[in-house]
């Protein structure tokens, strides 16, 4: 594999990506909090779905702060776990829709739309600080890509709260809910794949220098 290792690889973060970083964290765990006892209220599918994908978020970006100064190969091994965590949050979102068809529990809308409007606001305002470092190495990738989508998802939930208020059904709080498992799916698996793209590259920088030693002896 091609690799440009002329220069030492960069152990510092882009400026301005920990501070960031520390904002989204924060304002992750909070609407956390907020959403998960909005949704445990109102009985909404994509409401849970949101919060637990707010905790996931969290986590994601301890895991970033924790690997912000190693090496692309650290970083990139981070974005791996990250991207398969968002792919199984997917898969989770789309298990609870099925239970929630079967058990025929209609949420509350008005909860849904008020939370959901106060989610959007945090989620556009963190995905505005991180949009400068969203083509930036798998790690800054992955932290753009769980703002963004969680901003959609914010969207989508309110248009699920109209949904279920025209209707009386829960038919559009679980179409939404089985989007955002979609939406969290593809996302994991792009993230995945700019990963292994960073590991390979730093695997492959690391051996060039050592070849190029035993060479000279």
Same mark, same amino acid.
């Given at each position: 594999?091609?690799?440009?290792?002329?220069?030492?690889?960069?152990?510092?973060?882009?400026? +301005?990506?920990?501070?960031?970083?520390?904002?989204?964290?924060?304002? %992750?765990?909070? @609407?956390?909090?907020?959403?998960? *006892?909005?949704?445990? &209220?109102?009985?909404?599918?994509? =409401?849970?779905?949101?919060?637990?994908?707010?905790? #996931?978020?969290?986590?994601?970006?301890?895991?970033?702060?924790?690997?912000?100064?190693?090496?692309? =190969?650290?970083? +990139?091994?981070?974005? @791996?776990?990250? !991207?398969?965590? @968002?792919?199984?949050?997917? =898969?989770?979102?789309?298990?609870?829709?099925?239970?929630?068809?079967?058990?025929?529990?209609?949420?509350?809308?008005?909860? *849904?739309?008020?939370? #959901?409007?106060? /989610?959007?606001?945090? %989620?556009? &305002?963190?995905?505005?600080?991180?949009?400068?470092?969203?083509?930036?190495?798998?790690?800054?990738? &992955?932290?753009?890509?769980?703002?963004? %989508?969680?901003?959609? &998802? %914010?969207? /989508?939930? @309110?248009?699920?709260?109209? #949904?279920?208020? !025209?209707?009386?059904?829960?038919?559009?709080?679980?179409?939404?809910?089985?989007? *955002?498992?979609?939406?969290?799916?593809?996302? +994991?698996?792009?993230?995945?794949?700019?990963?292994?793209?960073?590991?390979?590259?730093?695997?492959?920088?690391?051996?060039?220098?050592?070849?190029? !030693?035993?060479?000279?002896?």
């Amino acid at each position: 594999m091609a690799c440009s290792c002329s220069a030492p690889e960069p152990k510092s973060p882009a400026p +301005g990506f920990r501070k960031a970083l520390w904002i989204a964290l924060w304002v %992750n765990l909070a @609407m956390f909090a907020v959403e998960g *006892m909005a949704s445990l &209220s109102s009985g909404s599918v994509s =409401l849970m779905a949101d919060a637990i994908d707010f905790f #996931g978020d969290s986590a994601n970006y301890i895991l970033s702060l924790t690997v912000l100064s190693m090496g692309m =190969l650290w970083r +990139g091994r981070a974005a @791996m776990v990250k !991207g398969i965590t @968002m792919a199984v949050f997917g =898969l989770v979102v789309w298990a609870r829709a099925v239970w929630v068809v079967q058990a025929g529990i209609t949420p509350e809308p008005l909860t *849904m739309g008020a939370v #959901g409007l106060l /989610a959007l606001a945090a %989620n556009v &305002s963190v995905a505005a600080i991180l949009f400068k470092f969203r083509e930036g190495d798998s790690d800054m990738r &992955s932290v753009w890509l769980c703002s963004r %989508n969680d901003a959609i &998802s %914010n969207i /989508a939930v @309110m248009v699920a709260a109209l #949904g279920v208020f !025209g209707t009386g059904t829960a038919w559009p709080d679980l179409v939404v809910a089985a989007i *955002m498992g979609t939406l969290a799916i593809t996302a +994991g698996i792009s993230v995945v794949r700019h990963a292994r793209s960073d590991i390979a590259e730093a695997k492959a920088c690391s051996v060039e220098p050592a070849a190029a !030693g035993s060479s000279n002896r």
